[in-house]
């Protein structure tokens, strides 16, 4: 997991975002489409077309760092490309690296009975 400091914002950029692109690539991507600052301290979370993989982009002070993910099956909840860039929590961003669907979490298994 991301050791995410407490207060950092984390970005969704909506829509699918080619993949090959590396760490400059999508710091460019930053600065110029969703007119923002990479070296801010805050996450960028980019998409692949599939789905299955995200990218996520963050320069904590002393440099820049991507981390990727691919699950094994099922897909990454993601935005429309009609939201632009939404802003999530970093709960949020923990709950979408699990495969879990971020918006609406739930608890998918409550025991009925103690002992």
Same mark, same amino acid.
């Given at each position: 997991? &991301? /050791?995410?400091?407490? !207060?950092?914002?984390?970005?969704?950029?909506? =829509?699918?975002?080619?993949? %090959?692109?590396?760490?400059?690539?999508?710091?460019?991507?930053?600065?110029?489409?969703?007119?923002?600052? /990479?070296?801010? =301290?805050?996450? #960028?979370?980019? %998409?692949?077309?599939? !789905?299955?993989?995200?990218?996520?982009?963050?320069?904590? =002070?002393? =440099?820049?760092?991507? #981390?990727?993910?691919?699950?094994?099956? !099922?897909?990454? &909840?993601? /935005?429309?490309?009609?939201?632009?860039?939404?802003? &999530?929590?970093?709960?949020?961003?923990? #709950?979408?690296?699990?495969? &879990?669907?971020?918006?609406?979490?739930?608890?998918?298994?409550? /025991?009925?009975?103690? !002992?």
């Amino acid at each position: 997991m &991301i /050791p995410v400091p407490s !207060g950092v914002r984390v970005w969704l950029a909506a =829509g699918h975002t080619d993949m %090959r692109r590396g760490m400059n690539g999508l710091a460019l991507q930053v600065q110029q489409a969703l007119e923002r600052d /990479p070296h801010a =301290g805050d996450l #960028y979370v980019f %998409r692949g077309r599939r !789905g299955d993989l995200v990218k996520v982009l963050w320069h904590d =002070g002393l =440099g820049m760092s991507l #981390y990727a993910k691919r699950l094994e099956r !099922g897909h990454f &909840i993601w /935005p429309t490309p009609a939201d632009g860039t939404v802003a &999530i929590s970093a709960s949020q961003l923990a #709950y979408m690296l699990e495969g &879990i669907d971020w918006r609406h979490p739930q608890r998918t298994w409550r /025991p009925e009975m103690a !002992g």
